[in-house]
C-alpha cells in the first residue's frame, strides 16, 4: 500500500467518526404533567402576588400624594392667616401712640369750670375727639368702658390707686374688688388690648393682707 492511499482511507475514517459523533441525538428528560400544573400553579401565584404588590404600592403612592398635597394646604393657611394677622394690626404702632392723644382729649373734657369761654373751647375738643374715635374706629379700635361698680379685670384694667375702709365707712356697701373711680378708659385694637382702662379699686384690708401673705 502506497503512502498516499494510506493516508486518504484515515481522512475517510476520522470524517465518518466525526460526522457520526455530531448527529448523534441528545435525550430529553420527558416533564411530567403534575409537574406541569406546579410549574403553571407558581407562575399564576406569582403574578396574583405582583399584581397585589402593585396595587398596594399605588394606594400607598396615592396615600403619599395626599398627605403631600394636605400639609401643603394647611402650609397656605396658616400664611394666609398669618398674612391677614398681620394686615390686622399693621397699623397698631401708630393707633398705640394716637391714643396718647386720646387720653389727653379724655382728661381735658373731663376738666370742670364754670368758665363759658372755656366751656365752648371743650365744645370743639369734644368735637375733635369724636371725629378721631370714628375715624380710628374704622381701623379696628375700640374704647374699653368701665363704670363704677363694675368688677376689676387685671386683663382690661390698670388699678392706679387701691382704696381700702376708712373709718367714716364711705365704702360700707362697696364689694371687694370694685372699681369706684374710672380715671381713663382703655382702647383696644381688633379684641387686642392696647392700652388698659386706669381705674381706682376698693380692696378690703383682710385681702389686702392676705394678697401679702400669698
Not at 475514517?13 to 406546579?38: G, H, L, W
Not at 410549574?39 to 402593585?54: F, H, Q, W
Amino acid at each position: 500500500m502506497t503512502k498516499a492511499k494510506k493516508d486518504n482511507i484515515d481522512n475517510v475514517s476520522a470524517t465518518e467518526t466525526k460526522d457520526t459523533t455530531i448527529s448523534t441525538p441528545v435525550t430529553e428528560t420527558p416533564v411530567s404533567v403534575e409537574e406541569e400544573k406546579i410549574s403553571l400553579n407558581k407562575e399564576i401565584e406569582l403574578e396574583t402576588k405582583i399584581k397585589e404588590l402593585t396595587t398596594e404600592l399605588n394606594k400607598i403612592n396615592s396615600q403619599q400624594k395626599q398627605l403631600m398635597l394636605a400639609t401643603r394646604l394647611n402650609t397656605i393657611k396658616e400664611l394666609e392667616i398669618q398674612n391677614k394677622e398681620h394686615i390686622k394690626y399693621a397699623n397698631q404702632k401708630i393707633i398705640k401712640d394716637l391714643v396718647h392723644t386720646l387720653l389727653n382729649f379724655q382728661r381735658a373734657l373731663n376738666f370742670k369750670t364754670d368758665n363759658a369761654a372755656v366751656q365752648n373751647f371743650l365744645v370743639g375738643f369734644k368735637f375733635i375727639y369724636e371725629e378721631l374715635i370714628k375715624a380710628l374706629g374704622k381701623e379696628g379700635l375700640k374704647e374699653i368702658t368701665a363704670k363704677v361698680g363694675d368688677q376689676f379685670n387685671s386683663h382690661q384694667h390698670e388699678a392706679v390707686e387701691i382704696i381700702n375702709d376708712n373709718t367714716n365707712n364711705a365704702y360700707q356697701n362697696v364689694k371687694n374688688n370694685t372699681i369706684v373711680e374710672v380715671i381713663a378708659n382703655g382702647y383696644e385694637l381688633h379684641n387686642r388690648v392696647i392700652s388698659t382702662t386706669k381705674v381706682k379699686v376698693f380692696q378690703t384690708k383682710e385681702e389686702k393682707t392676705e394678697t401679702k401673705k400669698n
